[in-house]
């Protein structure tokens, strides 16, 4: 069954340095991979996403992330953190089910120190 | 960008009762939303798959005579949690997906519900 991992359930950053959130997945097809961040009791915002082509993504708000396809990871990356980035950040595999129905995985809450 | 609408925002209604959500793609026809549930500090949980003017898809485990999903348009797909009761209380949030890119799916800012 397809699968998403995210590791780490809660990171700490001091404001100016760099971030990388972990993220696996599960999935025996060529994956449509994104990253979303919400803010408290908010939607879903697109961060990047990876469904071909450059391995290495950039998207907005700084945010990169590049797809590994013999580790099965799309890890996030930001070289500079800001305390607005203080969220909580999805990683989530489209299927490929023609509807594209996307697996979360459970998340990790950034927190950024002074 | 393509805009996801849903309305309201935040919803409390009594046990018993019955509460419609409505997702809007503003800017774009959808012919396929979905409509995912998150607990508290988790994830978000796919319920169903909308598909315009068809029956939707639920999810195992998701009761669909419990919750309603109507997409009569391509603009407009509503998810009515029938006779609500406390562990009902959520965040559903939609995303609608756009026909002509078949790229990703948008997402709507979410429906706090609570229920009394």
């Known amino acids: 069954a397809q699968s998403v991992t995210q590791p780490d359930i809660h990171i700490t950053v001091s404001e100016g340095a760099s971030l990388e959130l972990r993220c696996n997945y599960s999935y025996g097809a060529t994956p449509y991979l994104f990253w979303y961040v919400q803010s408290p009791g908010q939607g879903l915002q697109l961060l990047l996403k990876y469904f071909s082509g450059d391995t290495l993504v950039q998207g907005i708000k700084g945010f990169e992330a590049e797809f590994k396809r013999s580790q099965s990871s799309f890890n996030l990356r930001k070289p500079s953190v800001h305390w607005s980035d203080a969220a909580e950040y999805f990683c989530a595999v489209g299927l490929n089910t023609g509807f594209q129905k996307l697996v979360f995985g459970t998340g990790t809450r950034l927190l950024v120190s002074p | ?116």
């Open chain 2, 1 to 116: 960008g393509a805009v996801v609408s849903q309305h309201p925002s935040w919803v409390i209604c009594k046990s018993g009762t019955s509460v419609k959500i409505e997702c809007r793609s503003l800017d774009f026809q959808a012919t396929t939303m979905f409509w995912y549930r998150q607990f508290p500090k988790q994830s978000l949980m796919l319920m169903a798959t909308s598909n315009e003017g068809s029956k939707a898809t639920y999810e195992q485990g998701v009761e669909k005579d419990k919750f309603l999903i109507n997409h009569a348009s391509l603009t407009l797909s509503t998810l009515t949690v029938t006779s609500a009761h406390p562990e009902d209380s959520s965040f559903y949030i939609c995303s609608a997906r756009e026909v002509i890119k078949n790229t990703e799916a948008f997402f709507g800012q979410g429906t706090r519900l609570t229920v009394v």
